[in-house]
């Protein structure tokens, strides 16, 4: 690829800056070979042009693509330089807040100078397991490859922790330290993690101290070996040191401090045990006064000495030995205070009554004259003779200072060797993994010895570095087969072999340092005379002759020699050590006595501290010791697979998150790292593999050029876009690129897509440019539509405007027309209807005066007619009497006469029949129209009468008129003057009624403005009332806050209350199987110490360790199950475990609680009490059933006619058990289909019989409510309950007719005999016998009476029973009358109440009438409401009778099945049907008995023995729980705590030892998950309390425990349940948690969809080959089977709900972690894999219908991460939505999150850091935790609610493959 093709316009490239390093730049012109200059343009806008070397023709460095920016290895950057390297670690530090980055192999960590919370435990867990390419850089992370490479390698690693000081090398080697102690942990040996950790704080005491540069700078180097065993635990540590800076005890730079150990002592001096020590003020002292620095910004010295105290105390450093280290270090103090004074030139002295060397003296025990002398004063020796020679004050002073570091450097080593003491292990070390933390590469203004040593250590180092790089390089090359090419690379071995090569700069410095007057002037000499000119790499300053220059691999450093050799000797006055050695302080001794020892006296640790032993270490150079350590060093870290991590140093200023480019480039170059970028870059630094290529780059090929063989298609791509076959290479699983490659495909890539963005674009703008068109011209159209039907609209409107005008013109002209005319005809009507009164009033007195008259009249002459009709009709009436009686008189003459004659009679009798006849006839006739005229009379008479009535009514009513009317004529003159009067009146009163008007209008006006000024005022009392209401409300809705919020915090109160206990349970759980594990090893050291002592081992034992801790019986902790080989005590124990247990108990006799003694007492007491009132019962019951017996037995006498009745009882109620049986199937399918609504029907017990208790799974769901009317099990109830009725009543019948049937049986076959025996003594010829009378009887005769007899019995039974019947019947019929009755009246009187309120309400307005209606609706539908209740309440009660009924049916059907006859009576002359003999069942009780002793045999089968997997899960689920309860049941009916006791310890304890050996299988776990609820749900339901026993049946009430209350046990149970439940959660994590990540993050279901980007070298591979890929439905299968198996064990759904919603949390926890922690994955295309994924998971969740357990809650945080990655992330309005949405997720995890979000295509943006400080600023207020990471390994706090279980214990089966024959049903 030529030049031209890179360095066109717009190409991007780096310029060299004197101030930043490298300035970005764009090219403005496209460049041409040949060209002089390159025409630029900074970012600021500026144009400049950059000069271009005509020799080198070396042209700037490009930039790299910004979607490669901020990568998290700097070895993914197309172009690997200098400039891209320092760009990507600012993005990365800067704005990112990232102090770590990957540079290949090495581990790149920039000093924040603020404290991160990325150390956190839950980062280490994080970060555990993990592949050093899955997680973003981390210190862990090289922690954790370093642990995986030796656990799977099986060799030692090293991390190299290196860098200037102030890099931050101490805390990045004291995290990694943390990290494997907090992952592996300790083997066997309590606390070897902690002791390793706190060497930390001791060393960093001794050997750390402030400088300019760094706080808490090392000023040592170190190398901890920290040792594991063959299970990679830790078991011991070993730390060596180099080169110790003790020049620092004497002297300090300015604003430096001495080592923090001696100003800790002196915050310290306060304290009671200090004050021998006599120390103050560190400003006092001249050791720690010499920098004016003595305090650090916020580090607490006193607090430091506890922690530096508390330290020493862990590692084995008693009180004693501390106190005498911190003495030497105070006499340290005071002997720098020590003033030596000037005698002459050459001598010096001291004062006698220095007070600082008398304390010195007095602490370190040696003679004050002594140590003054010697201090002044040194013995020459010669050959002959041995003299003293004064010292200068110069001299002396150096002595005394010399003195100092010398004891200072002998109580460091003394530490250092305690520490590794104290580290050591029995334990054999397997591997190790070292951690090395020294110092890098160091120039200053003005560099000594110690520079010189750190320097040289540095080349050693990066020599080892470049060679571990080169061959990595040439084993990835191999391993792809990759033509290898020699890598040129700077290699510094000459540079070494200038100084540690025979001759070298240390020999020389050796040699002059043996010279009897060698000087650094000499020395400097003979190097100058050695090397220069011979040597590149040395060099001579210009202006200088005491100082040299070395070429060292990072820069050139100019070495000052002055003080070299007296720095290279370190020198001390042997006298001043005799005089120590002379000291009676014993620490003192033990430092300087080790100078006498022997090499061979040494321990072999001790040989690893010291590398050289000799007699005397001090005569040995600190040179030669220095080269020694350093060669033992190099080999033990070629013998390891190192690690890298370099520290860098961003400011001299300390600042948080800035950095000096200037002061970065410098230390890069000098730790190395750009030397990697170079071998790097010389090779094929970028890599992809096959399938990563094809995704990222498919955009570049065409359909035609994919082929199946994705390495041809990769092959052809390449060799069509990139022409130069040296810019690639094809391995066998990876292409392997040039530097500058990823770079040119990536911006043919982005070509490609702007293309096809481009042909987007024009496509949707004319789509959207013609849509455009067209909604404009629909536009046009439809306003000109709308404007036409507009102005139509107007046009109608006028119109119809000037008709109505006219319309109304005329109707106001006719409305004026007609009223005038009105008021005319009005007036005209007026003034007529007056005259026209008048005149009639005129007309009507007139013709009323003549009515008058008339009447008068009338009346006069019809009396006068009248009175003279009567007079005459009198005289016509008397004077016809008289004619008439004259007649008469006459007449009877003759009549007397005539009658006198014969004749006449017979005469007269002539026809006289017949006449009567007639006569009869015409009588009736006349009768009959006698009656016919009666009635018409009756009918006239009364018309006549209503006539009459009537014409009287209208007579009165004219009376009343005529009355009237006269008193109404009497009256018109008055009313005459009356009607004046009123005029006047009228008159009087409009007047009035004027003056009345005007004072109304007054009133009116004023009562206006009063009620304007009430209206006002109410006005304002109804805002006051509504600001007072809102008040209420407010206050209201406060106080139901307050209490919602109270609530809400008293429940999480109990949630964290219950959190805390669980957690607590769950390390005493821990701390108990530790006890019992170091127990056992005890046990099995003594057993290995002690062979002829042995013990049996037992699994059921029951110690104080796994005791129940809450139990109330003390009989508790001292039981055990019985061993077969083992005799016991009466309390169930051996003999040795009965003394072992009475020591113990001896040793804890004092503890006991002497409530729990009373309490005891007081149960023992009430247990006596039910004892005797037991035994009463028992009595009474045993002198019942003898009275029982003696009824049997006269019973037995029964005739033969009973028996035969029972045999045909028996038959019928077997047929009748049939068809009850058929009665009670149906009703349970009716009430299973209730109960389960949702088509989940309960599965019966298939190991039980078909009988009333076997009742469903109890597992399943079932309904705790009774079915109410109309339901299918209540109709099935009553047909069964009438038809068992029905039955019942013919059963009767049957049974009266067969009793007789049975007598006249007998009766016959008495007859039959008798007559067999006649006709038998007939045949013999003897005479038959005769009755009393001397008759003999006739049979035939006797047979018919019988017959006759029997049958009138049966009809008299028959009668009598129909009889029966119809009484019943009458009696119904007359209930139902009455209830008729009552019902008509109850309906009457609901009418008349209707008829009454329709009455009333039809008298009240519209609205009263509503809310009467309203009101008496509710009332009546209340009062309805009740009566169903009521009615409801007698159904429940009648339903539960009826199944009380049902339960008693089917126990008597039961009965007769299990009763029957176990002999027959001895059959007849005549032949009887064959009756079957059934056994008679007996009636279990739901216990189980066992002997004393066979709780060892029962927990064996039972739970030691028992395989949840393929032999339990055919069984009854719950089945072994059930079974420990029915013996539990046993021991309690026989009224035995002991028994109880131990049954229960043993359970506890065996299923604890279950789950401790298998607690890694989940199947096992889940199993006694189950059981354990199981059983504890049993001990609730059978306790008796009145809130379990609700839903017991009758039968099940009956076997509630009696006698004793296990409460207490229940709460042992529920412990047990819950760590039962945690171990659950511990399985269930461990399936998960490899899936997780793969599953939700890595695996990508939308293949090629979005590209990834390149990794660099640390691919995202696995660290084991062959490694399972998971996906999310592995996740899902995962879940599924714990699911599954769940409820194949019958686990409670509750329990269930609580496990799916745990495992959620963890998935959601896991994946928001990794999610947190890796940049790779924060991108717009992963948000919506994770969004399908989750979605996955909620379907899951809707397929099993657990979408109500919360489940779906705890994945909330995660779908807002998902979300926050996919949303828009710009504006402010945005920061506000994403501050809305993201609820769930911290402040700190959003921020981290848009940090971290990293775009994967180059249409995406990065999120601006306004953008991030526009987040934090919204979200400020909000109180939350400040961790990044969820606490993957929280549980939650389980409940176990109670589940009643329908099974009834006496019907429960024991199968046979349980071997339990030894218990027995009770």
């Not at 004319?766 to 539509?785: F, H």
Request: proline content about 3%; glycine content about 4%; some cysteine.
């Amino acid at each position: 690829m030529a030049a031209s093709d890179l360095y066109s316009k717009y190409a991007r490239v780096w310029l060299p800056d004197g101030v930043e390093a490298w300035r970005p730049a764009e090219l403005t012109k496209d460049y041409t070979p040949g060209d002089r200059a390159l025409c630029l343009q900074l970012e600021d806008g500026t144009n400049v042009e950059h000069k271009i070397d005509p020799q080198t023709n070396s042209l700037p460095p490009l930039r790299n693509p910004d979607i490669l920016v901020g990568e998290n290895d700097l070895t993914a950057l197309s172009y690997l330089h200098e400039p891209a390297v320092l760009h990507n670690l600012k993005v990365r530090f800067v704005e990112s807040k990232m102090i770590y980055t990957y540079c290949g192999i090495v581990l790149v960590a920039i000093n924040p100078y603020e404290s991160i919370p990325i150390y956190d435990h839950d980062i280490i867990n994080a970060y555990s397991g993990q592949n050093m390419g899955d997680m973003d850089p981390h210190i862990f992370a090289v922690a954790e490859e370093a642990y995986k490479q030796m656990a799977r390698d099986q060799r030692n690693q090293s991390i190299i922790v290196s860098g200037e000081s102030g890099a931050g090398k101490t805390v990045s080697a004291k995290y990694a330290m943390r990290y494997f102690a907090t992952v592996s942990g300790s083997s066997s040996e309590a606390n070897v993690e902690e002791r390793v950790l706190a060497s930390s704080p001791i060393m960093e005491a001794i050997g750390n101290a402030k400088t300019t540069r760094n706080d808490n700078s090392s000023r040592f180097g170190k190398y901890i070996e920290i040792g594991f065993d063959k299970n990679y635990h830790i078991v011991g540590a070993n730390m060596r040191t180099y080169l110790l800076e003790k020049s620092r005890v004497v002297f300090q730079a300015t604003e430096e401090r001495n080592y923090h150990i001696f100003y800790q002592l002196c915050a310290s001096s306060h304290l009671p045990e200090f004050k021998t020590l006599q120390l103050g003020n560190a400003d006092d002292f001249r050791c720690t006064n010499q920098g004016g620095s003595p305090v650090i910004e916020g580090v607490d010295d006193a607090k430091e000495m506890c922690n530096t105290r508390r330290a020493f105390s862990l590692l084995g450093i008693n009180e004693t030995y501390q106190m005498e280290l911190f003495q030497i270090l105070a006499a340290l103090l005071h002997l720098g205070n020590v003033e030596v004074e000037e005698r002459s030139a050459d001598s010096s002295t001291i004062l006698p009554d220095n007070s600082h060397l008398t304390v010195f003296c007095e602490l370190m025990g040696v003679a004050y004259q002594d140590m003054s002398h010697w201090l002044c004063h040194r013995k020459l020796k010669t050959a002959t003779e041995t003299y003293v020679k004064p010292l200068s004050k110069v001299h002396a002073v150096n002595a005394r200072d010399a003195l100092a570091k010398h004891i200072y450097a002998k109580l460091f080593s003394w530490i250092v060797d305690h520490i590794n003491e104290a580290l050591r292990s029995a334990v054999k070390q397997h591997s190790f993994i070292g951690v090395l933390d020294i110092y890098g590469f160091e120039t200053f203004h003005i560099n000594s010895f110690e520079q010189f040593c750190i320097n040289y250590a540095n080349e050693k180092l990066q020599q080892q570095f470049n060679m571990h790089v080169f061959k990595l390089e040439q084993e990835e090359y191999m391993k792809e087969e990759i033509p290898w090419t020699l890598i040129d690379f700077y290699d510094n071995h000459p540079c070494i072999n200038l100084i540690e090569a025979k001759m070298g700069v240390l020999d020389l410095l050796d040699e002059e340092c043996k010279m009897p007057k060698g000087s650094d002037d000499t020395w400097a000499q003979k190097l100058y005379n050695t090397f220069l000119k011979k040597n590149d790499l040395f060099d001579k300053p210009r202006m200088s002759n005491k100082a040299f220059i070395i070429l060292h691999f990072a820069d050139k450093v100019e070495y000052q020699c002055e003080g070299f050799l007296e720095k290279n000797k370190d020198t001390v006055n042997e006298e001043q050590i005799i005089v120590l050695k002379l000291s009676k302080f014993d620490l003192l001794l033990e430092l300087f006595g080790d100078e006498e020892k022997p090499a061979g006296s040494l321990t072999s640790r001790s040989k690893m501290t010291r590398p050289v032993q000799a007699q005397r270490d001090h005569k040995k150079t600190v040179g030669t010791q220095f080269r020694n350590s350093l060669h033992l060093l190099m080999e033990t870290l070629n013998g390891t697979t190192p690690h890298y991590v370099r520290c860098i140093k961003p400011n001299d200023l300390k600042s948080p998150f800035m950095m000096d480019p200037m002061r970065a480039v410098q230390q890069l170059r000098a730790c190395g790292v750009l030397e990697t970028i170079r071998i790097s870059a010389a090779g094929f630094p970028s890599r992809w593999t096959y399938q990563e290529f094809f995704n990222r780059y498919r955009v570049l090929m065409k359909q035609k050029d994919i082929l199946s063989d994705r390495k041809q298609t990769c092959r052809n791509v390449l060799e069509k876009w990139v022409q130069d076959q040296d810019k690639y290479q094809f391995g066998k699983s990876k292409i392997f690129f040039r530097a500058g490659q990823v770079a040119y495909l990536e911006k043919l890539r982005s070509d490609k897509l702007k293309k096809a963005c481009v042909r987007i674009q024009k496509t949707i703008r004319c789509w959207l440019a013609r849509k455009r068109y067209l909604r404009m011209r629909q536009a046009a159209i439809t306003i000109q539509k709308n404007t036409r039907g507009y102005q139509a609209r107007c046009l109608v409107v006028f119109l119809r405007r000037s008709r109505a005008a006219v319309i109304i013109q005329k109707n106001q002209r006719m409305l004026v027309a007609r009223r005038r005319y009105q008021q005319q005809r009005s007036a005209s009507i007026t003034m007529q209807r007056l005259l026209r009164a008048y005149q009639a009033r005129q007309t009507y007195r007139k013709l009323l005066y003549e009515h008058k008259v008339l009447t008068i009249q009338r009346w006069v002459r019809g009396w006068l007619a009248r009175r003279r009709c009567r007079r005459s009709l009198r005289a016509v009436v008397y004077l016809q009497s008289c004619v008439r009686r004259v007649a008469a008189r006459r007449e009877l003459r003759k009549l007397r006469v005539e009658a006198r004659s014969v004749e006449h009679f017979k005469t007269l009798n002539v026809g006289m029949e017949n006449k009567i006849m007639q006569l009869q006839r015409k009588v009736d006739e006349q009768h009959k129209e006698n009656r016919e005229l009666s009635e018409r009379l009756r009918t006239v008479e009364r018309s006549r009468a209503a006539e009459s009535e009537r014409l009287g009514r209208e007579v009165e009513r004219l009376r009343v008129a005529e009355e009237e009317s006269r008193v109404k004529a009497d009256g018109v003159p008055s009313l005459l003057e009356q009607l004046s009067f009123l005029r006047q009146e009228l008159e009087t009163t409009r007047e009035e009624k004027e003056a009345i008007q005007e004072q109304a209008r007054t009133y009116r006006a004023d009562t206006d403005k009063v009620v304007s000024e009430l209206n006002e005022n109410n006005s304002l009392l109804i805002t006051e009332k509504d600001n007072m209401n809102q008040l209420i409300q407010e206050q209201r809705q406060q106080i139901a806050e307050s209490k919602a919020k109270d609530g809400m915090q008293l429940e999480s109160d109990l949630r964290e209350e219950r959190d805390h206990y669980q957690s607590l349970l769950s390390e005493y759980t821990h701390l108990k199987e530790r006890h019992a594990d170091l127990k056992e090893e005890m046990t099995i050291s003594v057993i290995t110490n002690k062979p002829g002592h042995r013990r049996t081992d037992s699994n059921y034992s029951s110690n104080e360790s796994e005791g129940t801790p809450s139990s109330g019986f003390a009989e508790g902790r001292n039981s055990s199950v019985k061993t077969p080989s083992s005799t016991r005590s009466s309390s169930g124990f051996t003999e040795s475990e009965t003394r072992s247990l009475r020591g113990d108990d001896a040793s804890h006799q004092d503890a006991v609680d002497m409530s729990v003694l009373l309490k005891l007492q007081r149960r023992v007491t009430e247990l006596e009490q039910n004892k005797q009132t037991l035994q009463r019962h028992l009595d009474k019951r045993e002198e019942a059933q003898q009275d029982q017996v003696q009824n049997a037995e006269k019973q037995k006498t029964a005739g033969r006619a009973e028996l035969d009745l029972e045999a045909l009882k028996r038959q019928e109620l077997e047929s009748e058990n049939k068809r009850l049986k058929t009665n009670l199937a149906d009703l349970r399918q009716s009430l299973a289909t209730v109960s389960n609504p949702g088509g989940k029907t309960s599965t019966t017990n298939p190991g039980a019989k078909t009988n009333p208790g076997a009742k469903t799974n109890p597992g399943a769901k079932t309904s705790t409510s009774s079915p109410g009317p109309g339901s299918a099990p209540y109709t099935v109830l009553l047909e069964q309950l009438n038809s068992s009725n029905e039955e019942l009543e013919v059963r009767k019948e049957e049974v009266l007719l067969l009793r007789s049937h049975l007598v006249r049986q007998e009766v016959l076959k008495h007859n039959k005999e008798a007559y067999g025996e006649m006709h038998k003594m007939i045949h013999l010829g003897e005479t038959p016998p005769k009755e009393a009378d001397g008759s003999t009887p006739d049979y035939h005769k006797l047979n018919e009476d019988g017959e006759l007899w029997l049958a009138y019995d049966g009809l008299k039974e028959t009668n009598s029973l129909l009889v029966s019947q119809l009484q019943v019947q009458d009696k119904r019929h007359e209930e139902e009358v009455e209830e008729l009755k009552e019902e008509v009246l109850r309906v009457r009187e609901e009418n008349r109440q209707q008829q009454q309120f329709l009455s009333q309400s039809l008298l009240l307005p519209q609205e009263a009438r509503i809310e009467a209606s309203l009101h008496h609706e509710i009332t009546r539908l209340t009062s309805d409401n009740l009566d169903l209740m009521e009615q409801q309440e007698k159904q429940d009660k009648m339903i539960r009778k009826l199944k009380k009924q049902l339960k008693v049916y089917v126990k008597r059907v039961e009965e007769y099945e299990a009763s029957g006859q176990m002999e027959r009576v001895a059959p007849g002359p005549e032949p009887r049907s064959p009756v079957g003999i059934t056994r008679k069942e007996r009636d279990f009780q739901g216990m189980l008995e066992y002997r004393r002793g066979d709780e060892s045999k029962l927990l064996k089968s039972l739970v030691v023995e028992l395989k949840p997997r393929g032999v339990a899960v055919n069984f009854l689920p719950g089945l072994p729980a059930y079974i420990l309860f029915m013996c539990l049941r046993h021991a309690d009916y026989s009224n035995d705590d002991q028994r109880v006791s131990i049954l229960l310890n043993s359970t506890i304890n065996s299923i604890k030892g279950v789950l401790k050996r298998r607690g890694d299988d989940f199947e096992t776990v889940s199993f006694w998950l189950a059981n354990t609820c199981r059983l504890l749900h049993c001990l609730k339901q059978y306790s008796g309390e009145e809130a379990f026993v609700k839903n017991n049946t009758p039968r099940q009430n009956e076997h509630c425990l009696c006698n004793f209350d296990l409460s207490e046990y229940r709460q042992v149970l529920s412990d047990l349940a819950i760590q039962n439940y945690q171990q659950l959660v511990r399985c269930m994590e461990e399936a998960l948690q490899p899936m997780i990540v793969p599953g939700m993050l890595e695996h990508e279901n939308f293949q090629g969809v979005l590209g990834s980007k390149p990794t660099g070298l640390r691919k995202r591979t696995s660290s084991f080959p062959g490694e399972a890929v998971y996906t999310v439905d592995s996740i899902l299968q995962q879940l599924g089977l714990v699911h599954a198996t769940l409820i194949q064990h019958d686990v409670d759904p509750e329990l269930i709900k609580q496990g799916v919603r745990q495992q959620f949390y963890i998935i959601c926890s896991v994946t928001l972690n990794n999610l947190l922690l890796r940049k790779d994955m924060c991108s717009w295309s992963k948000g919506l894999q994770i969004r399908y994924n989750v979605w996955q998971l909620e379907e899951w969740l809707e397929e099993r219908g657990l979408s109500d357990c919360g489940a779906k809650e705890m994945l909330e945080p995660l779908i807002q991460a998902a979300q926050l990655l996919q949303v828009k992330k710009k504006t402010e309005e945005d920061a506000q939505a994403i501050c809305t949405m993201c609820s769930a997720l911290t402040t700190v995890q959003i921020v981290k999150v848009l940090s971290l979000y990293t775009p994967v295509i180059e249409f995406e943006e990065r999120v601006s850091i306004s953008f991030i400080r526009t987040i934090q600023a919204l979200l400020k207020g909000r109180v939350e935790s400040p961790l990044l990471l969820m606490d993957a390994k929280k549980i939650f706090s389980v409940t176990f609610p109670f589940t009643h279980s329908p099974l009834a214990l006496e019907t429960i089966q024991i199968p046979s493959s349980l071997n339990l024959g030894f218990l027995t049903r009770v």
